[in-house]
């Protein structure tokens, strides 16, 4: 168990839809990423949070945006959903915000039909 | 623009056998290289290398770094079907400090 914890497991919905994944990070962490894994693409990182600031960003798309919470929380939103988005998303953690081992939670599967 | 190329892309060994995964990576600003293994859920971290020319171990498997050919392998020993996993190549530093993972090696151990 990596301490890292997303929610939902799946989500099944339709092309225009918007959806929010949550990601509680392990205990003491203070960075948050988000990755995006399809069998095309490979894990792809979206986006890093380092204590409630946006501190790297990879190839996320402008219909998806993400923050960080107060309590280090974070959530990934994705709106005006595409075939393509249909992917297994993971968020990840680790202390601090440069070179640690990060933890992967078990991700949260987005089917779109 | 900062990239991780990993081989082969799959194999499929007997029990037994010894495996060398390599990875080699194009990144500016360098600074780790890690390696997971992925199952069916998620990826657990193996090793992060920094240092290169030093060995990491654990158990079977090892890694290496070369910070000048700019290449890691990852070897396990006596492979067991447990071993059956995609392993990550994961090189973290560049322009904006973010860990671009290669595509993977997809590891079969039949028994």
């Known amino acids: 168990d990596s301490g890292v914890t997303q929610t939902p497991k799946h989500l099944i919905t339709a092309t225009g839809q918007r959806v929010t994944l949550r990601c509680s990070p392990r205990?003491?962490?203070?960075?948050v990423y988000w990755y995006q894994q399809s069998l095309d693409q490979g894990l792809q990182f979206l986006i890093q949070y380092y204590n409630g600031e946006e501190r790297a960003k990879g190839n996320i798309l402008e219909r998806f945006s993400a923050q960080q919470f107060p309590d280090l929380h974070s959530e990934l939103n994705l709106s005006s959903l595409e075939l393509g988005d249909s992917a297994l998303y993971f968020c990840?953690?680790?202390?601090?915000?440069?070179?640690?081992?990060?933890?992967f939670g078990d991700g949260t599967r987005l089917s779109i039909l | 623009e900062d990239k991780v190329v990993q081989s082969p892309l799959s194999l499929v060994v007997h029990e037994g056998d010894t495996v060398t995964l390599n990875c080699s990576y194009e990144?500016?600003?360098?600074?780790?290289l890690l390696w997971y293994k992925q199952e069916k859920k998620a990826p657990t971290f193996l090793f992060m290398l920094t240092s290169s020319g030093i060995e990491k171990k654990s158990g079977r498997l090892s890694s290496i770094l070369d910070k000048k050919e700019l290449f890691s392998i990852l070897n396990i020993t006596a492979t067991q079907t447990g071993d059956s996993a995609v392993y990550l190549c994961?090189?973290?530093?560049?322009?904006?400090?973010?860990?671009?993972f290669g595509t993977g090696t997809l590891l079969a151990v039949q028994p």
């Open positions: 990144v500016t600003n360098f600074r780790s």
């Open positions: 205990s003491g962490d203070l960075s």
């Open positions: 994961g090189n973290y530093g560049g322009a904006t400090n973010k860990l671009i």
């Open positions: 990840a953690s680790s202390l601090s915000d440069g070179g640690q081992p990060q933890h």
